[in-house]
């Protein structure tokens, strides 16, 4: 349904705007399914993953996959992290817009006394706080969004050091709105983004492709030897796979019997379609036996 992207320097109120972002959302009817994303609902500490870029990359590439995972087109997700770098930003923008949803960006403008003043109170009351030496190779390294970028907007700002977060915030309401209103041919201030070539994923074979084609390659095994039984001492070289299917001629190259045919654990299977002479080749070769079918 909908990535919602919460940036911000650290300390920054970014915690408190998602959740009071998520209880509005969760006021709406009808009421959507809504999931935060943050370093604490992974089990990761804050001076542990950005310890060193190292450990932050990795921190990125975490949040990223469980982002990955968690979107769908019936939910919403609120990414509670610092999401600093604007190249980082423009990846989760990316994932969005593979999965067809819409896409905002949350900015906690908070100016850094402010967020130092906050990170210094929260370690003193025994919270979760930064190191001071993270603290401000964060605050140094901070990329400000910017509205005019495709992966920043649209773009809602929040002053928490001006102006108290609520729920009933202007800001709050004004992304449930995007968030929510309901998208139709003459919605212009709703944008979802739609997948292209490049970010759509490639189809790949089912799970249990293996499975269905070795139960296709017994079932034809089985009708081979249910055939020769009922061919009695008579040379069987003509069976019908039943009704709408076409039937099977085959040349035995090698003697066989029920047991031989029974071990399927061996068993490779070659598919060649000639279009010049029309003929569908199937084969199936297991030890010292092999059998051509064509498909008439």
Same mark, same amino acid.
């Given at each position: 349904m909908a990535l919602v992207v919460i940036c911000g320097q650290p300390c920054s109120g970014k915690s408190t705007a998602a959740a009071c972002l998520a209880d509005a959302l969760q006021a709406t009817d009808p009421k959507p399914t809504v999931r935060i994303i943050d370093e604490s609902s992974l089990h990761l500490g804050r001076n542990q993953s950005y310890a060193d870029m190292p450990m932050e990359k990795n921190l990125r590439g975490v949040l990223r996959s469980?982002?990955?995972?968690?979107?769908?087109?019936?939910?919403?997700?609120?990414?509670?992290?610092?999401?600093?770098?604007?190249? !980082?930003? !423009? *990846?989760?923008?990316?994932?969005?817009?593979?999965?067809?949803?819409r896409y905002c960006v949350v900015f906690c403008d908070?100016? *850094?006394?402010?967020?130092?003043e906050w990170n210094r109170k929260r370690g003193e009351m025994g919270e979760s706080s930064y190191?001071?030496?993270?603290?401000?190779?964060?605050?140094?390294?901070? *990329?400000?969004?910017d509205g005019r970028n495709r992966w920043d907007s649209p773009l809602f700002e929040l002053f928490p050091s001006k102006d108290e977060i609520r729920q009933s915030s202007p800001v709050i309401a004004d992304a449930v709105s995007y968030l929510t209103k309901k998208v139709d041919s003459k919605s212009r201030d709703v944008r979802v983004l739609q997948p292209t070539i490049a970010t759509q994923t490639a189809h790949t074979t089912d799970a249990n492709s293996l499975y269905v084609m070795d139960r296709a390659t017994q079932e034809v095994i089985n009708m081979i030897v249910e055939a020769q039984s009922?061919?009695?001492?008579g040379?069987?070289?003509?069976?019908?796979?039943?009704?709408?299917l076409p039937a099977i001629s085959f040349f035995l190259e090698a003697k066989w019997s029920f047991s031989s045919l029974m071990v399927s654990q061996d068993i490779s299977l070659e598919l060649d379609f000639c279009r010049l002479i029309k003929l569908y080749t199937?084969?199936?070769? !297991?030890?010292?036996i092999c059998f051509l079918f064509v498909l008439s």
């Open positions: 469980e982002v990955d995972r968690s979107l769908s087109k019936s939910s919403i997700i609120i990414v509670d992290s610092l999401n600093n770098i604007k190249g !980082y930003r !423009y *990846e989760l923008w990316c994932l969005a817009r593979a999965s067809g949803i908070t100016d *850094e006394d402010s967020c130092g190191d001071t030496k993270i603290f401000e190779d964060l605050v140094r390294r901070f *990329e400000k969004p009922q061919g009695l001492a040379a069987v070289n003509r069976i019908s796979l039943g009704q709408h199937f084969s199936v070769y !297991y030890t010292d």
